[in-house]
């Protein structure tokens, strides 16, 4: 079954402002991943949050975890064009099995 | 049905030695793909496979790394002259299509340690 839900599904804005992309999940977890799939291309790895962990920054990313709630938000600061993309999240089950979520599909319009 | 399998499960070799990881996908997806998830840390893209079109390797990490597709279908992962920073999880996964790339199915992954 599908762990990682991202929320919204599709998500359209203009460039420099910015994207906030929402992830749950339903079991429990040792960390949470987020990815990013530009057209084309394979799955880029972005960020990993860890359980004992609730927020971590990136460059222009910052991914919050509250596990009480079972989910997590990725937000993209000051867009650019070059941010559209498909985003996962994903979670760890049976081991090193990823399960994605379906994904948000950002498109950032300049 | 079965889903995505790996082989060897784990795999130990020496430094300098050439190693051959193996993948079948699952059947009648034309989409595959090879990660490396080195420990503690989130996947790594390798290469994919898309039907007959070239394959993308713009996540190889050097050029010890290839990978072939026979038939459409199973796939070889070849690391030569591995050094240790190779030691990590190897993953492979298919989807159905590309344009599915979010349905990716993984296989157990191969453990590769290098002493």
């Known amino acids: 079954s599908q762990q990682g839900e991202e929320d919204p599904q599709a998500l359209s804005i203009q460039e420099g402002e910015n994207a906030t992309m929402n992830c749950s999940y339903k079991?429990?977890?040792?960390?949470l991943q987020w990815y990013r799939q530009n057209s084309g291309r394979g799955l880029v790895h972005l960020i990993l949050?860890?359980?004992?962990?609730r927020e971590k920054h990136s460059g222009r990313l910052r991914v919050t975890l509250d596990t009480s709630k079972k989910s997590s938000s990725l937000l993209i600061t000051a867009s650019r064009a070059a941010d559209t993309a498909s985003y996962f999240c994903?979670?760890?089950?049976?081991?090193?099995?990823?399960?994605f979520g379906a994904g948000t599909i950002l498109r950032v319009k300049s | 049905g079965a889903g995505v399998s790996q082989s060897p499960s784990n795999k130990v070799t020496e430094k300098g030695k050439d190693v051959e990881l193996r993948c079948d996908p699952i059947?009648?997806?034309?989409?595959l793909y090879w990660y490396r998830q080195s420990l503690g840390q989130g996947l790594e893209f390798l290469i994919y496979?898309?039907?007959?079109?070239?394959?993308?390797k713009s996540g190889l990490p050097s050029d010890r790394f290839s990978a072939e597709r026979t038939g459409g279908s199973v796939s070889t992962l070849t690391i030569q002259r591995t050094q240790q920073e190779d030691s990590a999880v190897y993953l492979c996964?298919?989807?159905?299509?590309?344009?599915?790339?979010?349905?990716?199915?993984f296989g157990p992954g191969t453990r590769l340690t290098v002493l």
């Open positions: 996964a298919s989807s159905l299509n590309h344009d599915r790339a979010n349905e990716q199915f």
């Open positions: 079991t429990s977890i040792n960390n």
């Open positions: 949050i860890r359980s004992n962990e």
């Open positions: 994903a979670t760890v089950e049976y081991g090193n099995k990823l399960v």
């Open positions: 059947s009648g997806h034309t989409a």
């Open positions: 496979f898309q039907g007959n079109s070239a394959p993308d």
